[in-house]
């Protein structure tokens, strides 16, 4: 459960960066953050 918790809590950061990048209107900061969060995703998965 902790494990959840933490990735929880770093999609949580990812996702405030990303709000704080899309009010900024920093486009290359929000694909940024999308192609990580994309990575994230792909690599929990293939962990399994």
Do not use: C, P, T, W
Not at 5 to 15: F, W
Not at 21 to 29: C, K, L, N, Q, R
């Amino acid at each position: 459960m902790s494990v959840f918790k933490s990735y929880l809590r770093q999609l949580i950061r990812q996702l405030n960066a990303l709000r704080k990048a899309h009010e900024a209107g920093d486009s290359a900061e929000v694909k940024r953050i999308i192609d990580e969060l994309i990575k994230d995703a792909q690599d929990g998965l293939e962990d399994d």
